[in-house]
């Protein structure tokens, strides 16, 4: 039995706005499966190596549940329009290079290895609408350790003619061919994605959805971002009174889907999510960058809906979920203020567990390090940050969201594998 002992100082969170802390700890996993959080190595394990990091964090690592990787290029940059003349005139013909798989090769190398790097080990990623770059973009992410969904994006209608498009049939037909050659793959698996309500006919929606349920697929889209979008569905769906109404209606609606934003999902559409246990993906950096709004995450949460956190480059700036979680917490202030102040801001283990532990149970893991959980961690190095004064781990970690040190990532394991050394 292959047996990882990781010794430093433990932290992680087992509920919302909970940390766990073991100080001098030992995180054990065996067949790349936690066992347990010990203060003292047990007998049964004396003897076998332990990596010692001596006074450096140990915690869990991220999970990023909304991406777009062929949107990777363009990080930092065109943030000066609104969500549908952005998608238009920056992220379409962006996307529109990975026609080529050359390219789509050179660039999911960076980007799979830039993830783990950061500490990014379980992702719902959306590709581009093309089939050998979405594979390609899948290779990548399983050599380089990441695990999770990843997306051949759907959209038959309003994209950009002659630059990116696809017809009904072919959005079909390709599909079906991209399910088929990522059978062997083993850490990251397929998801359908219709890319949101506007890019996809009503006979597209109804084959995904069918598609869907005849092969327990999980699904991932975008709800309630803008404003002008959420017009322009009702214009598209008179039948349907709310946004998620257009996904539901094609049976596209269940625990296996993610919906990214949610911004101004109302306490109806928020408690559809609810009832049939749909996570909600808070993308704050993407959000503020398009002008999007401000999510009410406190809500979602009090409501108790599930809530992860995600990245959303390239909308979003940051691919490292620390500071997507710093970015949380200050959305969190925004929308308090917005409230009156009548809603409570985020907290830093609140936040924290929704990078961490929220993401990961959509993978159907437990929260926290909990045993049988497979091994997902990174060891943070602190050591050459000011020391004020002596800190408490919680307050490491604090600093660690807002404020790194260059190299502070020094290991990640993913799946129970070591994915990432800087020595
Ligand atoms: N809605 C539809 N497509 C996109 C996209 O690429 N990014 C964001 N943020 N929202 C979308
Ligand atoms: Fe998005």
Not at 235 to 248: F, G, I, K, S, V
Not at 282 to 304: F, I, K, T, W, Y
Not at 398 to 416: I, N, P, T
Request: net charge negative; glycine share 8%; charged share 25%.
């Amino acid at each position: 039995m292959a047996v990882a002992i990781l010794k430093g100082t433990i932290v992680s969170a087992p509920a919302l706005g909970k940390l766990d802390v073991a100080e001098n700890g030992y995180l054990i996993a065996e067949d790349g499966r936690i066992t347990g959080v010990f203060p003292v190595l047990p007998e049964q394990y004396a003897g076998a190596p332990v990596e010692d990091f001596g006074d450096a964090l140990i915690l869990q690592s991220f999970a990023d549940l909304h991406l777009h990787a062929p949107q990777y290029p363009m990080l930092g940059m065109g943030m000066d329009l609104p969500l549908l003349d952005w998608l238009n005139a920056y992220a379409f013909p962006t996307e529109a290079r990975f026609a080529d798989p050359d390219y789509a090769r050179e660039i999911y190398q960076g980007l799979a290895r830039e993830l783990v790097e950061n500490g990014t080990t379980r992702v719902c990623m959306f590709s581009s609408l093309h089939r050998q770059a979405t594979l390609i973009l899948m290779e990548e992410l399983e050599k380089a350790g990441v695990t999770g969904y990843v997306g051949k994006v759907n959209m038959d209608r309003n994209a950009l003619p002659g630059v990116l498009e696809e017809t009904t049939e072919d959005s079909m037909g390709e599909t079906l061919r991209w399910l088929e050659e990522c059978q062997d793959l083993r850490h990251i698996k397929p998801m359908l994605t219709p890319r949101f309500t506007p890019s996809c006919t009503d006979g597209l929606m109804a084959f995904l959805g069918r598609l869907a349920a005849e092969r327990g697929l999980p699904v991932q889209s975008h709800l309630s971002e803008n404003r002008a979008e959420m017009d322009w569905v009702r214009e598209l769906h008179p039948d349907c009174r709310q946004y998620w109404e257009t996904y539901a209606k094609y049976g596209m609606w269940n625990d296996r889907t993610v919906m990214a934003h949610c911004v101004w999902s109302d306490q109806r559409e928020r408690q559809a999510m609810r009832d049939a246990g749909v996570t909600m993906v808070h993308c704050p950096d993407s959000n503020q960058n398009l002008c999007s709004g401000v999510a009410p995450v406190r809500a979602m949460l009090n409501e108790g809906g599930k809530v992860a956190l995600g990245s959303d480059i390239a909308g979003g700036d940051h691919l490292c979920m620390f500071d997507v979680t710093a970015a949380a917490l200050r959305a969190s202030k925004a929308r308090r203020v917005l409230d009156n102040w009548e809603t409570d801001f985020l907290t830093v283990p609140e936040a924290w567990f929704l990078a961490t532990s929220s993401g990961a149970a959509f993978f159907g893991e437990q929260p926290g390090f909990a045993p049988g959980n497979p091994l997902h961690a990174i060891v943070l190095d602190d050591s050459r940050l000011p020391q004020p004064h002596p800190l408490t781990p919680a307050e490491r970690l604090e600093r660690c969201v807002y404020l790194r040190q260059k190299d502070a990532v020094r290991a990640v394991w993913s799946a129970g594998r070591k994915v990432f050394s800087a020595e």
